[in-house]
């Protein structure tokens, strides 16, 4: 539902946030692959405070 209402003219802001298509380089825990693909908490809490700030 969320891909759709942020296609819609006039709908509401929506900030897709996810793995990008590409493969990791190399293997590694938990937090280190959330930080590989930007999916830790600094990495989220920064993406979305510029979106938030662009307007």
Same mark, same amino acid.
Do not use: G, K, P, T
């Given at each position: $539902? &969320?891909?759709? &209402?942020a296609e819609m003219a006039g709908g509401p802001r929506v900030k897709r946030l996810g793995i990008r298509d590409r493969f990791s380089e190399m293997c590694g825990s938990y937090q280190y692959l959330m930080k590989e693909h930007e999916l830790d908490f600094e990495?989220?809490? $920064? %993406?979305? %405070?510029?979106w938030v700030e662009r307007g």
């Open positions: $539902m &969320a891909e759709i &209402a990495c989220l809490h $920064m %993406r979305v %405070r510029d």
